[in-house]
């Protein structure tokens, strides 16, 4: 080999080995980046329905602390129509990229109970977290004799057929707690559907109905004018921290197994990564937390108790099983479709 060869080798050689301490030098002052940081933008929020109602409070009250605790602002998109599924087939058919999410209630089970829907929601979405619940009660006017649901019962049992209530529509949460409330009491009385929420209060104010079921958020200035006596509530346990509902028996407390839960959560598309899943779900848990939230949240009759990604997870399979369960035995499913038809 020549000299002229080996000078080359050897220089070369140096060159590389240069190379070598040059890049650990780099590597090991810079750490090696394997994934995107998330977020590093804004997120999209679907609201299923339209401005002013509770999933569209709930919504605006979390973009507040979203700064805080996400880095990044909450965008509220309002889709509203289809009893929600049109704002929940935009978020089933997003991006799992974390960049969309959206509000999600008990509806999310029931609606594909009723007719075919373009996603079965409760496997096409990924629950985030359950934010609280909105509590369904059943009220009298206080004009009327009744004091007790025993009252009610014994009344219904010695005039079947004549006592009417309200409720926003067949297949709603509040028509479902009222099938369970007269099957557990094993009474007949009449159903008379209004459209919406407004309507059905209405025609129970105007003495259309005797009976009204209702999510509180619609009757807390009758409740607080003592226009309307409630009489019991669809809960697990009381409304303690309610100072107008926290003396109100439940359902339960009075022999009768009627338990709904409402609830009102977060959800995003299927397949979501794993690492974005975990920073969703611990800033999301951060702004239930918050305590101006738990106050905004309390001004709309929503009664706050987180549940995180998997909690929430067992959540929709329980309500999912026995819904459908009682859907079906309740003939609501059928009265739906035939109604559409």
Not at 108 to 136: D, K, N, S
């Amino acid at each position: 080999m020549g000299f002229k060869k080996v000078v080359i080798l050897a220089l070369a050689g140096l060159l590389a080995i240069a190379a070598m301490i040059g890049g650990c030098s780099f590597m090991k002052d810079t750490p090696v980046i394997t994934e995107k940081k998330y977020p590093d933008g804004p997120i999209t929020i679907i609201v299923p329905t339209g401005p002013g109602g509770s999933p569209d409070l709930m919504a605006r009250a979390m973009e507040k602390a979203a700064m805080k605790y996400l880095g990044y602002p909450l965008v509220v998109k309002n889709i509203p129509g289809g009893a929600a599924t049109i704002g929940w087939n935009e978020l089933a058919g997003s991006k799992p990229d974390g960049y969309t999410i959206g509000v999600t209630t008990t509806g999310i089970i029931l609606q594909p109970l009723y007719g075919p829907t373009r996603y079965h929601y409760p496997t096409a979405l990924e629950p985030l977290a359950e934010v609280g619940t909105l509590p369904i009660v059943l009220a009298v006017r206080s004009d009327q004799p009744w004091e007790s649901i025993d009252d009610v019962v014994k009344y219904a049992q010695e005039h079947p057929g004549e006592i009417k209530y309200a409720h926003p529509g067949l297949g709603a949460p509040t028509h479902i707690v009222a099938e369970m409330f007269a099957k557990a009491a094993g009474i007949d009385i009449k159903q008379v559907p209004f459209v919406t929420a407004t309507d059905a209060v209405g025609a129970f104010l105007g003495g259309h109905v005797q009976l009204l079921f209702m999510s509180t958020p619609e009757l807390k200035e009758q409740i607080r004018s003592g226009r309307v006596r409630v009489l019991a509530v669809a809960a697990e346990q009381r409304l303690t921290d309610d100072p107008e509902l926290q003396k109100v028996p439940t359902f339960k407390e009075q022999g009768l197994d009627v338990v709904f839960n409402l609830w009102h959560g977060i959800g995003a598309p299927k397949m979501m990564p794993k690492d974005v899943q975990d920073r969703l779900a611990e800033g999301l848990r951060n702004i239930v937390n918050e305590p101006e939230f738990k106050e905004n949240m309390s001004k709309i009759g929503l009664t706050v108790k987180y549940l995180g990604p998997q909690e929430c997870s067992e959540r929709w399979m329980a309500d999912n099983a026995r819904l459908t369960k009682f859907v079906k035995e309740s003939g609501i499913a059928e009265r739906i479709a035939a109604q559409k038809n």
